[in-house]
Every structure is written in C-alpha cells, then in structure tokens.
C-alpha cells in the first residue's frame, strides 16, 4: 500500500533546490542577498514539491506576536460598530495564535486625524495597518511612509489607489451602484431618483455613486437624478437631507451611506413609508426594521464578518511575506428584501 503523501518542508525544498536552508528562508521571506539563479532553483523546488507554507508555525517562529491595527471611523454608523463587534470576535477567537489585534477610532471623514493616526504607528508593534481609507492626499502620504517604515497598509471597505496599500478588501463598490440602479429603475415609478451619500470624499460612495449615475442615465431614460446630499452617515443630517429629497419630490432613493434611522424617520413624517422606493446599504438595525415595515425595499449587504475575516488573513500574510501579487477578490455583496430577512 501506498505510504500517504506527507506535506513538503523547507528541508524539503533546500534538498531539492541544492541550497542551504538559510538561503530558502531568505526566498521565502523576500530578504536580499540570494543571486537571481539561485532564487530561480528555489522556486522550482516550490512548485515541483507543492510546498506551502504554515502560517501558524510562521507565526510561532517569530520573536514577539504578529501586530493588527484596524483605524475605523469613530461615531454612530451602524455599519463601523459592526466592524468593531466583528473584530472583537475574531480577537476574541484566534487567543493562541500569537496575533496581537487592536482597534484605534478617528474622527470619521476627517483626513488630517487618520495621517496623524497612522504616522502614530510604531512597526515595533504594529505589521499590518487596516485602514477605512478616506480620500485624502494627507492620508495617500501617511500610508506610503508608513510603509517605507515597515508597516504594510490593507485599505477596507473605502479603498484609496495610489497609494502603497497592499491589497484591498471590500465589496465591488460600482458594482453596487450599478445593481442600486437596475433595481430603482424597475420598481420606481418614473420621476427623480434621489441620491444621499455619506461623503464624497469616501472612494466607496463615489464609486457607487458613478455605477448608479452609469445604469440609470443608460438603462432607464424615464427616470432622472436629483442630488447627491451629503448625510454624514449621520442620523440627523441623512433626516434632513432625505426630506430636502421628498419635497421635490422624488419616486424613489437611494442612499449609498449610512444614515437610514434618520432617512426612515423622514418617511414616516411625510407620510411616504411604502410609496417611496428605497434601496439602502449594510444589514443593521435600522435597516432590518425599514425591511419589515415596507419602507426600505432593498438592503445590500458587504458582511462585515467576512471581511474582517478576509483582512485578518490578508494582514498574516503580508505581514510574513506571503501574499501575491493578485489582488483578494472582492467581497460579495448580498441582497436583502423583506422575505429573505435573516433572523437577527
């Protein structure tokens, strides 16, 4: 009988490749000093043997805990508390596994609060950075020196190209947008769609914003945009902006931020719960309650859960070397209408 395949070791690969064990180390982790001849043969030992390496015995490897720092926004968004609920379950379950996870608040869409907080950074302590980028040419710098110190950057859920984030984890923000549109510009009467967004100076929004405006103007001539008016992701603020939008008014809206207690109480005082269309963002409280009273026709969804999941397993790798050069792929976006609602 056939003995079963064991998994490849490094002392597997180094027998393979002719090489010393310190030089498959240094391919492994990307370190200098192996001549390109050499790091070729290494790499062929790699995908001749399958050779994958451990994560957790990497990680026990190293001289102090690999360090997670996720930088969100501060404030009531009910999305971001779901982020920080969902990190302090992940903390909570992967004690042993030599990861060291923190969480740092900033004051939300304030660019000059989140450079500080990430030059604030010690690389003695932290490997890996995930960041709710906010588009800002002050946060762009703090990322790109943060990494020349050592401290590789994860954008989440708002992405910020150009800078040195390594990878991106998140749901296909015009995607989004553009599945917002082909649902509003089916089941809206035609008319004026209103659009509210947190801010524009979020990637996220401004690219669901450019999905929306591309299907709508493209797809559904009888409909037309009114807006964007920034809510903040704010209770109050998405309120008064969402009854600006009703005055108008509108057949149906669309907010791309957070913000929805204040955009479900502008319907119930107008009177329009139910004959205004809406499709709104993220699985909270506020928006189940909009699903089962009529008022929210729509919720898509980016499951934080899975993307802090995703991120932590992005922060390891990077932080030991171990990530590609292809980028994660997105994550998927869930639809909720009233009679799908998950109990909650």
């Not at 490997?127 to 020349?148: L, P, Y």
């Not at 992405?159 to 089916?186: C, E, K, M, W, Y």
Request: contains cysteine; aromatic residues 2%.
């Amino acid at each position: 009988m056939d003995e079963l395949k064991r998994r490849a070791t490094v002392h597997d690969v180094a027998r393979e490749a002719g090489v010393s064990l310190a030089t498959v180390d240094r391919v492994l982790n990307g370190r200098p000093g192996v001549r390109t001849e050499t790091a070729g043969k290494v790499a062929e030992a790699i995908r001749t043997l399958d050779f994958r390496r451990d994560l957790s015995a990497s990680l026990l490897a190293r001289a102090r805990d690999l360090g997670v720092t996720f930088l969100l926004p501060d404030g009531r968004n009910e999305f971001m508390l779901g982020l920080i609920d969902a990190i302090s379950r992940r903390a909570h379950a992967t004690k042993g596994e030599r990861i060291s996870i923190d969480t740092m608040l900033v004051p939300a869409f304030d660019g000059a609060a989140l450079a500080t907080a990430l030059a604030g950074l010690d690389p003695k302590q932290c490997d890996c950075a995930v960041v709710v980028a906010t588009e800002d040419d002050r946060v762009r710098r703090a990322i790109d020196q943060a990494s020349r110190r050592g401290i590789a950057v994860v954008t989440l859920v708002s992405d910020l190209p150009g800078s040195a984030r390594r990878h991106f984890v998140g749901i296909d923000n015009q995607a989004a947008g553009r599945t917002a549109a082909s649902l509003l510009g089916r089941f809206a009467a035609p008319g004026p769609i209103g659009l509210i967004v947190g801010s524009l100076s979020l990637a996220d929004h401004h690219q669901r914003r450019e999905g929306f405006e591309a299907v709508l103007h493209g797809e559904f001539p009888g409909h037309r945009i009114t807006g964007p008016l920034e809510g903040r992701d704010d209770d109050a603020r998405t309120e008064a902006a969402a009854l600006e939008l009703l005055a108008r008014p509108v057949t149906g809206i669309y907010n791309l931020g957070a913000g929805n207690a204040g955009l479900l109480r502008a319907l119930e005082r107008t009177g329009l719960t139910g004959k205004v269309r809406v499709v709104a963002h993220e699985l909270t409280d506020a928006t189940r309650a909009g699903l089962a009273s009529g008022a929210i026709d729509v919720v898509i969804d980016q499951n934080p859960d899975g993307e802090i999941a995703a991120a932590l397993g992005l922060a390891r790798a990077v932080a030991l070397g171990q990530d590609t050069e292809r980028r994660p792929a997105p994550i998927e976006i869930g639809l909720y209408l009233r009679d799908n609602l998950p109990r909650g």
